[in-house]
Every structure is written in C-alpha cells, then in structure tokens.
C-alpha cells in the first residue's frame, strides 16, 4: 500500500488494519474526531461511489460498515465532546411492517449518512404509525422504505395512507426500495420515487436537499 | 404454435401421466404438447382455500389440502405438494430461534420469516471455520443445534427433560411430516392428476453458511479475514449437501431437486467472489447428481444476470434454471440452448395489473422462451398472498390457450447411468473423515462394541445399523437445510 493513501481511501478500498492505524495516529496529532468521522463518511461515500460503478459489491459494503463501526467505537469517548456539524439533510429509514429484513436499509443508510445526511433507523418491521411519528418529530425531507417480501405490499400502501391521513404526505418525498419493490408498485402506492440500488435511493435523496452525491 | 388446446383427460391417472410427460419432457429441452403449467404457489393457496397464513402454517394438513384446492381447480401440471414448507409445529417442538411465525410474532396473514441475529451473536462463530470444517455433522449436532433449538442443551453440561423431548419430538414428527409428503403426492395423483413438482432439497454450501450458520453479514467480513476458512467450510459441506439431495431425489429420476439459490448473485457477491467461493461445490454438487441422473432446479430468486456464463458450464439438461428477477432474453441467449426455463411472470403484475395484461405478457414469454419446448410457465417469485385471483387465472388459461406445440418430440427419462451411489463414494472428500454423508455414528465405531467373531451375518448387522443411522444424519441435515 502507497503511504500517500488517505484514511477515505483505506476505507473506500476496505483496508481495516491500515483505517485503524490511521484514525489511530490522527488521534495521537490531535485531529479532531469529528474531522476524522468526516474523512470516513468521506470514504463511505467513495465506497459507494464504487457499488455504484460496480467496483464492487455488497461484502465491500458489509466490511466497510464494519471497519465504520470500529473506527466509530475508536473515537466515541472524544466524540462525545465535540460539536456536530451540520447536517445537509433528514431522512427516516424503515423496513415496512412484517418484513424483517435488514441489509438494504442498512446500506442506505450507510450511503445516506456518507454524504452528510442525518439518518433515524426505524428499523425493521416499522408499523405506519411509527414512519408517521417519526416524521412528525423529526420533519425529515424524505422517507425511505424498503421492502423484501411480496406479501408486504400492503404495509407499503397503509404507511402511505398513515402520512396522508395525518396530514403529513405533503412534508415529505417518500422513496421506495428492496428486493419487492419496483416502478409498478410505486405507482399503485402512491409513492413519489422507486430506486432499483441503495445508489438511487441515495441519490433522489440528495437531490431533493441539493446536495451532492 | 397453435392456439387449439385439448381437454386434460378425465381419467384421473391418464391426466397424471400426461402431465408427467409434458412437464418432464419441458424439463429435458424437448416439446411437448403444451407450455407445462407449474406455478409456486406458497400462501396464494391458503387464500384460495380460505385459511389464513397462520393455519397452512401451523396445519400441515390443512397446507396439503389448500396446495390440493388449487390444484383441482386450475388446469396445472405440476405443483409444489406444500410450498408453506416451513412448518411451526416442528419448529416448536424443538423451540428453533430463526423463525418469526405467523399467529405468534406475525400476523395471521403474513407468510413466516428468517431472522438473523446480530452479528456477534451467530448462531455459528468466526473461530469455529475449523471445527465445523473438521466434521459439518458433529458441528451441527454439537454446537448449531443447541444454540438455533432452545430446548436442546449443549454438549458437556446436565441434560433435561425438554432437551430429550426435544429429539423425540423432533424426530418422530420430522418422519411423520415427511410420510404425510408421500401421502399427498398419492392424493394429488388421484384427485387431479397432479405431478409433484419437485422431490428433495439442495442449497449452496455458501447460501447455508450465509442463511443459517454465519450469518450473510458475518460471512461478509469472513470473505476479507477469512477466506480460506470460508472455502474450507464450503469443501467440507459440499459432499454432506450432496448426500441430502441425492437421498431425497426421484427414484424415477423424472422430478428435479429443488436448489433454493439465495445470496450468490450480484450484488450480494462480486463476479470473482461468485468464482472463487460460490460456485466450485455447487458446480461440483449439481455435476455429481447429473452423474446419477438427477436434474436439478435452479430457482434463482433475485437478478442471476451477471451469473448465468457460469451456469452455462453445466452439462445439457442437468438443471432447470427458473428466472424471477433476471432477464429472460438474457436468459434465453445464454442458457436456452442447454437448459429447460420456467418462470418469468413479474409477481407486481399478477398483484396489479389486469387479467388481459398477463396474458400479454404470458404470450410474450411463450413467444421469446417457448417456442420450441424447453420452457414452463410461472410467476417469477413464489406467489404468497399477493396475487389477484382473476390474474392467476389468465395466466393459466393463456398458457393452456396460447402455449399448444404443433408437433410434440417427448422424450423419455433414461434409467440411471450408473446405481445410485451411497455416501461412501465421497469418502475421501473434506468433511468426510470423522462421520461420512449419511452416517452419524459408523458402523467402524460400532463394530468395535460388537464380539469379534458374529455368529450370523455381519453384512446384515451393518445394513440396517446403517439405515436407522442414516435417519438420525436425516435429521441434522433437514433442520438445517428445510427448517
């Protein structure tokens, strides 16, 4: 590995020993934490620029989050200290009611907070009460669903309908992703935008707050 | 094509056997009569018949006989004799943490679900490559099974009562499920002709260790830290996943296996991660069964594009490759020449669009896959509770409509090339050295408990030690790959 590697790069490129060293050692020159979660997010995003290019897939995601999620346990004493910057958006992000799977939320997630989104989890199996809870509190510019499971349509459309029926449905752009997911089911949602990858998702996202991707 | 269908027969076992031909010789890339119809219909058939998710669930009966509904009432040649396969009563007699199930975590109507635990929480460990490697079938019994059953207590520490419940339990209404399989398949052939549209179970060694052992995040970060365990791991199964499906297999030789192809496509795995972990033991595994005459049916859920060139390398015929999120022209191009094709009929449409554009889109498949056999219709994910009646319907009137071959070439199944062979044959294979396929405590080891010298024959005594050994591998073998 080149010494002129930056610590965006070791991630970008799943490096997890040279990442570590690297927040390490900056954290020894008294580089502030922030900075340093700043460079990462920097390199999450590169990461993803690479899925987007088909570099590379989700495993390097997966191992990113992870080496992420390291770096993250690394600085958390000195984070707590700081001030966080601003945020170039809001999103809340769920997996729709009764379907339990993760992997694509959680990508988004990943890309999302890489270029500076502030993102809620809502997790899996989110009831439409919930997504509307959380934009009542949050007021974020966009919702995010994601859908594996066929069976689940319906959890897509009455979440739609909970944000309407709250008054709600106005506030926000609703974005819709997952293996189950596609334009057909947007349309017959009521959703405003269907992403085929987590890159789409993230993409609209940015767009709608006019940041850049 | 012609559009002038013939009546299915009213005599219950010439309809069976008609069926049979057409759907066997679709699946051998021949032309027969008509477009084979062989829908995978899970919970559609719980709403036909008016159960809940929950009962076809919880019911096994109750899943046979609404598998049994539709099959009398839609002109099919084939279907699943229970595609709920999950079924919770095993489950809960031996308390299995991986599912959430309708009527308990679920609602009544919503079909059950994997779930995966955090990653430090593997129901398998990172550190455990080399134990699992060493003996899969020690592993599983030793330390999966404890950890995924929560009545079954872990090896070395003071059993309970729950814990030997649990194997009886667990054992005795495995086999009775299983027997209530070869009831069904009778009662479908009696009462509508049906052909069973499958016979056994196969998955990838990387799709077991992704579902049920590391978990897909963990197996991730191992594909990084610990690629050479991971392709042990892969080696060390492959033989024991072999020895399952081939078990489980049509004696005929005309029903395929059934492989569950789940996180082997982009972009789960990379082209080369594909190569390098995914492929070599499913290749191995797939070429192994067609050595015995036993096709296998690739259902690949998800987009297979990127993968289909490696499929391509399987011998003529050996598989079926079912498409549900690749695309059929790609498909068509890169593995028609060779290999049967079923499905293709986007689910979102059968959910929301209008009888009339199915059928158009029924048509359109007929027209680019079938047009000189070697194709079978179906929906392109398994059907749950999402499709409209009415477009089930169309898809299948279409097909029997519209999908009728002028000149029909069936072919027959050849016998086996050679007699089945036993577990033994794969000796010498990783994975194989403490406890071979099908074995869970060998006949080596028991022998040595036996009087030197038999009065009788040993040949017997080893026989059937052997037989009622094979169940107890039976069993490891199925929680893990069906359950």
């Known amino acids: 590995m080149s010494s002129s590697t930056t610590l965006a790069e070791a991630l970008a490129n799943c490096q997890a020993e040279a990442a570590l060293e690297m927040v390490r050692s900056q954290l020894a020159a008294g580089t502030p934490a922030s900075q340093i979660v700043a460079e990462c997010n920097r390199g999450m995003s590169l990461l993803g620029e690479r899925f987007a290019k088909g570099e590379c897939f989700i495993p390097e995601l997966m191992f990113g989050g992870m080496i992420m999620k390291q770096v993250l346990a690394e600085l958390g004493p000195h984070l707590a200290q700081e001030q966080q910057g601003p945020s170039v958006g809001k999103a809340v992000i769920g997996t729709v009611q009764h379907d339990v799977h993760d992997i694509g939320k959680d990508i988004l997630i990943m890309m999302l907070r890489g270029v500076g989104f502030e993102v809620v989890d809502l997790g899996v199996d989110v009831p439409p009460e919930k997504f509307v809870e959380a934009v009542r509190q949050h007021q974020p510019q966009v919702v995010g669903m994601s859908i594996l499971l066929t069976t689940c349509f319906k959890s897509v459309a009455s979440t739609v309908e909970a944000l309407r029926a709250a008054g709600l449905r106005d506030q926000v752009k609703i974005m819709l992703g997952g293996a189950a997911a596609s334009e057909m089911l947007r349309e017959n949602t009521g959703c405003d935008f269907y992403g085929k990858t987590a890159v789409d998702g993230m993409k609209y996202a940015c767009q709608l707050v006019g940041a850049t991707a | ?483």
């Not at chain 2, 024991?240 to 029903?255: F, I, K, M, T």
């Not at chain 2, 080596?444 to 037989?467: A, N, S, Y």
Request: hydrophobic share 35%.
């Open chain 2, 1 to 483: 094509m012609s559009t002038s269908s013939q009546p299915p027969s009213t005599d219950m076992e010439q309809r069976y056997q008609e069926r049979l031909r057409r759907y066997v010789t679709a699946m051998r890339k021949g032309k027969p009569d008509k477009v084979p119809i062989r829908p995978f219909v899970a919970e559609f058939t719980a709403m036909y018949a008016g159960y809940t998710v929950q009962e076809v669930t919880q019911d096994y009966e109750k899943a046979f006989e609404a598998a049994r509904r539709c099959a009398a009432d839609f002109d099919w040649d084939a279907v699943v004799p229970n595609m709920v396969y999950g079924w919770a009563g095993l489950v809960q007699a031996i308390g299995l943490r991986y599912y959430a199930t309708p009527g308990v975590e679920l609602p009544p109507d919503t079909g059950f679900q994997y779930l995966e635990p955090p990653e430090d929480q593997a129901w398998m460990r990172a550190d455990e490559y080399d134990l699992l490697s060493e003996d899969p079938t020690g592993y599983l019994m030793n330390v999966w099974l404890p950890r995924v059953a929560a009545d079954v207590v872990p090896l070395g520490q003071p059993s309970t009562f729950r814990n030997n419940m649990s194997f009886l339990k667990g054992g005795m209404n495995m086999l009775a499920y299983f027997m209530a399989f070869g009831t069904q398949n009778q009662l479908l052939r009696q009462k509508s002709g049906t052909v069973p549209a499958l016979s056994g179970i196969l998955k990838a060694p990387l799709d077991i260790l992704a579902d049920k052992l590391r978990g897909y995040k963990g197996l991730c970060t191992d594909l990084f830290l610990r690629p050479q365990k991971v392709l042990a791991a892969c080696e060390a199964l492959a033989p024991h996943l072999w020895e399952v499906a081939r078990s489980g297999a049509d004696p005929q030789r005309n029903l395929p296996v059934g492989l569950w192809l789940h996180r082997g496509c982009v972009p789960f795995l990379s082209r080369q991660q594909f190569e390098k972990f995914y492929w070599p033991t499913l290749k191995w595994i797939t070429e192994e069964l067609w050595r015995d005459g036993i096709q296998t049916l690739y259902y690949g859920e998800g987009d297979w594009d990127g993968n289909l060139d490696y499929f391509a390398q399987l011998p003529e015929q050996s598989i079926v490759f079912h498409i549900d999120r690749s695309t059929p022209e790609l498909c068509r191009e890169k593995l028609g020449e060779k290999f049967c094709l079923s499905g293709g009929l986007p689910n979102d449409l059968l959910a929301f669009g209008s009888p009339e554009e199915v059928k158009a889109y029924c048509k359109k498949l007929i027209d680019l896959l079938g047009r000189d056999g070697g194709y079978i219709m179906d929906a392109s994910a398994i059907m749950q509770n999402e499709p409209k009646l009415e477009n089930v319907r169309a898809m299948t009137e279409c097909t029997r409509q519209y999908g009728v071959y002028d000149q029909p070439e069936f072919v027959e199944v050849p016998p086996p090339p050679r007699a089945a062979s036993a577990g033994t044959a794969k000796e010498d294979r990783p994975g194989c050295r403490i406890r071979r396929p099908g074995a869970v405590i060998p006949w080596e080891e028991k022998r040595k408990e036996f009087p030197e010298k038999l009065t009788g024959d040993e040949q017997l005594i080893r026989r059937v030690w052997e037989q009622c050994d094979a169940m107890a591998y039976t069993y490891i073998w199925q929680v893990l790959l069906s359950f």
